[in-house]
């Protein structure tokens, strides 16, 4: 599974980091990365479901619609979870249970400023 995951820049391995960091940066950007069309079909998905015009809002109110899905629709976050952790090996996961709650934020904020980024796809 690792072999299609996009190969991201050393610079984000270099140097002193925290292991939390380097799994961060070695293993869950390159699975948001691979999913990314997934993410934002399921993101626009979301906003359908809620009877949200997205494409018709402006600017400000997609970025408060985004951080506020991300803040507060719990389901839809330990959704946006699953998608990735759906997609670790064996030996990724447990690492990933090590510090389960500290990757759990690390997910949500990783997607969360790639829709951000991201705000003329999911028009």
Same mark, same amino acid.
């Given at each position: 599974?690792?072999? @299609?995951?996009?190969?991201?820049? $050393?610079?984000?391995?270099?140097? +002193?980091?925290?292991? &939390? &960091?380097?799994?961060?940066?070695?293993?869950?950007?390159? @699975?948001?990365?691979?999913?990314?069309? @997934?993410?934002?079909?399921? *993101? +626009?998905?979301?906003?359908? #479901? +809620?009877? *949200? @015009?997205?494409? /018709?809002? $402006?600017?400000?109110?997609?970025?408060?619609?985004?951080?506020?899905?991300?803040?507060?629709?719990?389901?839809?976050?330990? &959704?946006?979870?699953?998608?990735?952790?759906?997609?670790?090996? +064996?030996?990724?996961?447990?690492?990933?249970?090590?510090?389960?709650?500290?990757?759990?934020?690390?997910?949500?904020?990783? *997607?969360?400023?790639?829709?951000? $980024? #991201?705000?003329?796809? /999911?028009?």
């Amino acid at each position: 599974m690792e072999k @299609v995951r996009p190969v991201l820049p $050393d610079s984000l391995i270099a140097g +002193k980091l925290k292991k &939390e &960091e380097l799994f961060q940066n070695m293993i869950l950007r390159p @699975v948001i990365k691979m999913q990314h069309d @997934v993410l934002i079909l399921r *993101v +626009k998905s979301y906003f359908l #479901s +809620k009877k *949200v @015009v997205f494409h /018709l809002m $402006d600017k400000q109110k997609r970025v408060s619609a985004i951080e506020s899905a991300f803040q507060n629709d719990n389901p839809f976050k330990k &959704e946006i979870q699953g998608m990735i952790l759906g997609q670790l090996t +064996k030996e990724e996961f447990l690492t990933y249970l090590k510090s389960e709650r500290s990757m759990n934020k690390r997910i949500i904020q990783i *997607v969360r400023n790639r829709m951000l $980024d #991201s705000l003329l796809e /999911l028009s």
